[in-house]
Structures are given as C-alpha cells and as structure tokens.
C-alpha cells in the first residue's frame, strides 16, 4: 500500500457544527502532516506529528484540533469554523520529517457556510 | 529564514518549447528540495527530488532539474512541453515541506 486515504473527499458544514478530518497510511511513516490550501495558494504547513507526538504546530487557531491515535492513522476535528476556513486540506505522510519520501493524499475540499 | 522562491508566478509557453521553471532558496547547508505538479481540483503529485549527489534528476512525465549550489537555484526544465502539462508547479523544501509560492503554467497550441 503506497497511498494516504484522506476522508471524506468533501465536506460542507456549518459555523456551528463539529466535524472530523481523517487520514490513513499503511507505509509505516512515522512523520504526518496536515496542509491547507487556498485556492489559487501553495499549502501551507499546519501541523506535523512524528512518532505519534504534536511537533509543530504553525500557530493554527484552537478550532483546528489534530490527532494522532496511532501511527497510521491522523485526524483533524473541526469545531466553530469560519467561511474563510474553507480550502481543500491536504494530509501527507513521509519517512521522517527529513523528508524522505513525502506522500499526499487527494484532500478533502472543505466548504463553511 | 528556510524558504524557497519561485519568481515567476505565471509562465506561458507554446506546446512543443522548451520549458524552464525557477525556484531559488536560501539555506546554510545543502537543502532537500522537491518539485510537485498539481493539476485544478487535485492532490500534489512529485516531479523529482534532490538529496545529494548528482545534481542533475531526473522525474517523471519527463522532467529534470538541475541543483546550482553556486546560484542557489533548483530550476526545473522539460525539453518539449505538451498541452498536458499545464497545471501549478510548486517547488518545496524539507525539513517539514515547505512551499514556494508556485508558478501556473499555461500552453498554447
């Protein structure tokens, strides 16, 4: 298995709502990585796990909450989002944060409203 | 601070041309740098790569870039573009990738 499976590929939801980003990778990478990507923009680092820890977080507002509960396996929940959080968010797996090998999944498309 | 520049934010060029993408970075020791593609509405997909060695790598769909530590560049080039190239080229760096600001190509026939 050589993929990163993001679900759900899209993903509308209200200012109210909570919801959860999910990630997979069966490749044993152990660094894992959440983007956002306006568009028309580069994406743009959020968070990085390595070993199943928190080791960056790019100052991301606390209504973005990421999680790791194992090492395949990332999640990012969504609570009180604004509309301009709306981009498709993108996961990435590698062998290490040296950036051996770096895979994406396909993202998921967010909308606010 | 660690970054990658890409100068050009819109580059157009004839199907069949040449085709020569820039991307610059500033970094104290040999960086890990990346080039990916990235076609509307879909993920990131991977040119090539450069660790070390030979600086000259080669990609898929037939890419190539060569590693300039002297110009600090990393400039990606394609001897004959086809209409199917046409998408946003990202150059990145590692540690925890990160993104130059991207160039959008354009081929006309």
């Known amino acids: 298995d050589t993929e990163v499976t993001q679900t759900p590929k899209h993903l509308v939801m209200g200012m109210t709502n909570k919801k959860s980003l999910k990630c997979e990778q069966h490749m044993g990478h152990r660094a894992m990585y959440w983007y956002k990507q306006k568009a028309k923009k580069p994406p743009e680092l959020m968070f990085v796990y390595s070993y199943e820890k928190l080791s960056i977080n790019e100052s991301v507002p606390s209504r973005f909450s990421p999680e790791c509960p194992n090492s395949s396996l990332l999640n990012l929940h969504l609570h009180a989002l604004q509309p301009e959080d709306s981009a498709l968010y993108l996961c990435?797996?590698?062998?290490?944060?040296?950036?051996?090998?770096?895979?994406f999944g396909s993202g998921t498309r967010l909308t606010v409203v | 601070a660690q970054s990658v520049t890409q100068p050009d934010i819109h580059i157009t060029v004839s199907e069949g041309a040449s085709l020569e993408l820039r991307c610059n970075y500033s970094y104290g020791a040999t960086p890990y740098l990346f080039w990916y593609v990235q076609s509307p509405g879909q993920g990131l997909q991977l040119l090539l790569k450069?660790?070390?060695?030979?600086?000259l790598v080669q990609g898929i769909k037939g890419f190539e870039a060569e590693f300039k530590r002297s110009q600090s560049s990393f400039n990606l080039r394609k001897p004959s573009v086809h209409w199917s190239d046409a998408a946003e080229y990202f150059c990145?760096?590692?540690?925890?990738?990160?993104f130059g600001t991207g160039t959008r190509l354009t081929v006309i026939p």
């Open positions: 990435a797996s590698s062998q290490d944060k040296a950036g051996y090998g770096y895979t």
């Open positions: 450069y660790f070390s060695g030979d600086t």
């Open positions: 990145a760096r590692a540690n925890n990738l990160f």
